[in-house]
């Protein structure tokens, strides 16, 4: 599996794997997916659901970007990238999907318009290995495959979607950077790379790097926050994942047992809701499927 995420209600997770989704019921206990998803052509490496549950989304290596009603059957909507999808996230207004590709291209996909509205390169052709949106549509972050983490201001206001407003960027490890996450408090940025570290930056001090958390021997795959921010959950080809207290940036739990590496992991934690409170939001299309490119 490539990603976990667990549905608003908490009642099923899902799991994008090569090349299908599968749907779990969570509470049942029940081993085999209640709903599996087919469509995609090659490896899913990121999906999400609408703050609702209503329908979900998801970005693969086929280049493709789907969406998936949870109320009826097959893909609603597909929208072609044209390069290798790595990471997508959903803006919190639920108006917009952003991606990020193999060719080093971000690109803003409208939903109510059904296209793509904007493309940003941040550097060359360098691919964009994860993206972020904070909880309260303030700011945008991404990283690549050298290292490097780009972070713009948001604008929403006015006709023509988000406007994307250069603020930082940041040499933020020497390699490989794998994941890159907006905390919910919207006041830390964290990082993982392949050099086994996690990096906590500060958004409120100039992105100042506040800690470097060591103790994974392999590639930091995935990292997720708890709700209040306070603490952060990591995965590693080491074949374990890490709690850790971020305020002191040390390991408090330190979960084995993996024979391979562990490389998604995902939180079942609750979130207060978020200001602003998102905007009216398009619903996918009903009854055979669209495309945008």
Same mark, same amino acid.
């Given at each position: 599996?490539?990603?976990?995420?667990?549905?608003?209600?908490?009642?099923?997770?899902?799991? !994008?794997?090569?090349?299908?989704?599968?749907?779990?019921?969570? !509470?049942?206990?029940?081993?085999?997916?209640?709903?599996?998803?087919?469509?995609?052509?090659?490896?899913?490496?990121?999906?999400?659901?609408?703050?609702?549950?209503?329908?979900?989304?998801?970005?693969?290596?086929?280049?493709?970007?789907?969406?998936?009603?949870?109320? !009826?059957?097959?893909?609603?909507?597909?929208?072609?990238?044209?390069?290798?999808?790595?990471?997508?996230?959903?803006?919190?207004?639920? !108006?917009?999907?952003?991606?990020?590709?193999?060719?080093?291209?971000?690109?803003?996909?409208d939903l109510g318009e059904n296209a793509c509205s904007a493309e940003l390169v941040p550097d060359g052709?360098?691919?964009?290995?994860?993206?972020?949106?904070?909880?309260?549509?303030?700011?945008?972050?991404?990283?690549?495959?050298?290292?490097?983490?780009?972070?713009?201001?948001?604008?929403?206001?006015?006709?023509?979607?988000?406007?994307?407003?250069?603020?930082?960027?940041?040499?933020?490890?020497?390699?490989?950077?794998?994941?890159?996450?907006?905390?919910?408090?919207?006041?830390?940025?964290a990082t993982t790379s392949s050099d086994q570290t996690i990096k906590i930056w500060d958004m409120t001090s100039n992105f100042a790097c506040d800690k470097t958390l060591t103790g994974h021997q392999r590639w930091v795959w995935d990292a997720v926050y708890s709700a209040d921010s306070e603490f952060l959950v990591t995965a590693s080809s080491d074949a374990t994942a890490r709690l850790w207290d971020v305020s002191s940036g040390e390991t408090i739990r330190h979960y084995t047992g993996h024979d391979k590496a562990v490389i998604t992991v995902t939180m079942h934690d609750d979130l207060p809701p978020a200001e602003p409170q998102p905007d009216e939001e398009p619903q996918p299309a009903e009854g055979g499927t669209t495309s945008a490119s």
């Open positions: 599996m490539n990603q976990l995420q667990i549905s608003p209600d908490k009642q099923h997770i899902v799991a !994008a794997g090569n090349p299908t989704l599968r749907l779990f019921d969570i !509470a049942s206990g029940y081993t085999n997916a209640v709903t599996t998803y087919d469509g995609h052509t090659n490896n899913v490496v990121s999906v999400g659901f609408q703050k609702d549950g209503k329908w979900m989304f998801s970005g693969s290596e086929d280049g493709t970007i789907k969406i998936w009603d949870l109320r !009826a059957p097959g893909c609603q909507r597909e929208y072609e990238s044209g390069s290798s999808i790595n990471t997508v996230a959903l803006h919190p207004s639920q !108006a917009e999907l952003i991606s990020g590709d193999r060719d080093g291209n971000i690109r803003v996909w052709t360098k691919a964009v290995r994860c993206v972020s949106i904070a909880r309260d549509a303030s700011l945008f972050a991404a990283a690549n495959i050298s290292g490097s983490v780009f972070v713009w201001r948001l604008n929403s206001k006015g006709a023509g979607g988000t406007k994307f407003e250069p603020m930082q960027k940041l040499q933020a490890h020497a390699t490989y950077i794998i994941k890159c996450l907006i905390s919910p408090d919207c006041k830390q940025l």
